[in-house]
């Protein structure tokens, strides 16, 4: 079985930062593609970001391009969020993924391709 942990959440004013960290354990790390998605209130949980299993390929949602970075490190079997520049609108839960290593990065945004995910962490971002 597969589980995952994110951390890092919190409180921040507008035009600060945070680092979330997902902690995957159970089953070899480096063999899946991992992805963020947030759900606000009332809204559908939506697609980030996802970083391919070696970490070479990365894929951003429009909302988030230039302001957050998504990374692995596979030693650490730990894949991060770094999250800049956050507005009000960045308020959520964020959740991480696991999805298989064959994942095309055409579909990185699909929640259904992945088949793990962690219980989420609250960001709340203040204007």
């Known amino acids: 079985q597969v589980q995952l942990v994110e951390s890092g959440g919190g409180l921040v004013q507008a035009g600060g930062s945070l680092r979330l960290s997902c902690a995957v354990s159970g089953r070899t790390f480096s063999s899946y593609a991992m992805g963020w998605f947030r759900q606000a209130p009332g809204k559908e949980r939506e697609f980030v970001a996802a970083?391919?299993?070696?970490?070479?390929?990365?894929v951003y949602a429009d909302s988030v391009k230039g302001r957050f970075t998504v990374s692995r490190d596979n030693a650490k079997n730990t894949v991060y969020l770094q999250m800049n520049s956050l507005k009000p609108e960045d308020t959520a839960v964020y959740y991480c993924?696991?999805?298989?290593?064959?994942?095309?990065?055409?579909?990185?945004?699909?929640?259904?391709?992945?088949?793990?995910w962690g219980q989420g962490t609250q960001v709340t971002v203040s204007s």
């Open positions: 993924a696991a999805g298989p290593m064959s994942l095309y990065a055409s579909r990185y945004y699909v929640r259904d391709e992945y088949d793990y």
């Open positions: 970083i391919n299993w070696s970490g070479h390929s990365t």
